[in-house]
C-alpha cells in the first residue's frame, strides 16, 4: 500500500493507466503490474545512478544521463520491445485462424460455434485470446461485449480492425463471411509484403558482412605477402 502511494505521487493517473494498458496487452508475457513496473524502473534507475557515481571519477557527469538512458531503455525492453514482437506474432497467426474460422463458417455454423470449434483445433496465441473471450461468455457477457474486451487486450491495428469489423458485422446482420473473405485476403497481401520485405532486405545484409569480414580478409590476402616483406 505504501509503494502504490508513493508510485501515484510520481506517476500521473494517466501514465498508471497507459502502463497497465499496455502491459494487459502483453498478455501472459510479463510478471508486472502497473504498480510494480514503475516501483522497479525507478529503483533499477536509482541503483544505476549510485553505481555510476561511485564507480567513475566522473560520475557526477555522467550519471544523470546514464540514469534517464536506463530510465527509457528499462521501458523499452519490458514493454515497448515485448509488445512489438507479440503484435508481429499474433499478426502472422492471424491468416491461418481466420482461414480456420471462415472455412467452419462456411460449413453452416453461426459465430459463436465457428469460434468454438477454430479455438479447440488451433493451437497458438490468438487462439488463446479468443478462447479467453469465450470463456467470458460463460460468466454473462454477450459475444459482442466479449469481443470488445479481447480488442481491448491486443494493441495490434491490423488485429483490432478485424475484431471491430467482425462485431459491427454480428451486430447489424450484416453477412460475416464477406467480411471475413476480405480481411483473409488482407492478411495475405500483407504476408506477401513482409516476405518481399524480408527479401530486400537480404542484398544490403550480405553487403554488411562483406564490408566486415570479405573485404578485409581479401586485403589481408593481396596486402599479406608486403607487410611480411616489409617487416623482414
Do not use: W
Not at 505504501?2 to 502483453?26: H, V
Not at 523499452?76 to 491468416?95: C, D, P
Not at 461468455?137 to 481491448?152: N, Q, R, T
Amino acid at each position: 500500500m505504501k509503494d502504490a502511494k508513493f508510485i501515484k505521487k510520481l506517476y500521473s493517473r494517466k501514465e498508471l493507466s497507459e502502463i497497465e494498458y499496455k502491459l494487459k496487452c502483453l498478455g501472459n508475457d510479463t510478471k508486472y503490474t502497473a504498480t510494480t513496473f514503475a516501483l522497479t524502473r525507478i529503483i533499477i534507475t536509482a541503483l544505476v545512478f549510485v553505481l555510476t557515481i561511485v564507480i567513475s571519477d566522473m560520475g557526477y557527469i555522467y550519471a544523470p544521463f546514464i540514469g534517464i538512458g536506463c530510465y527509457y531503455l528499462f521501458y523499452y525492453l519490458n514493454i515497448t520491445k515485448k509488445l512489438e514482437a507479440r503484435n508481429r506474432k499474433l499478426e502472422h497467426q492471424a491468416l491461418y485462424f481466420f482461414e480456420i474460422l471462415t472455412l467452419t463458417l462456411e460449413s453452416g455454423r453461426n459465430l459463436e460455434n465457428a469460434l468454438i470449434v477454430t479455438c479447440d483445433n488451433v493451437d497458438s496465441e490468438i487462439s488463446k485470446e479468443f478462447k479467453k473471450a469465450l470463456d467470458e461468455m460463460k460468466f454473462g457477457k454477450s459475444l459482442i461485449e466479449a469481443l470488445s474486451d479481447l480488442k481491448s487486450r491486443i494493441s495490434s491495428d491490423i488485429i483490432g480492425n478485424i475484431i471491430l469489423n467482425i462485431i459491427q458485422t454480428n451486430r447489424f446482420g450484416n453477412s460475416i463471411l464477406d467480411t471475413l473473405y476480405n480481411e483473409v485476403d488482407f492478411l495475405r497481401q500483407k504476408e506477401l509484403l513482409t516476405v518481399k520485405e524480408q527479401i530486400n532486405k537480404i542484398p544490403n545484409k550480405v553487403s554488411i558482412i562483406s564490408v566486415l569480414f570479405i573485404v578485409p580478409l581479401i586485403l589481408v590476402l593481396i596486402l599479406g605477402p608486403y607487410l611480411i616483406e616489409f617487416i623482414s
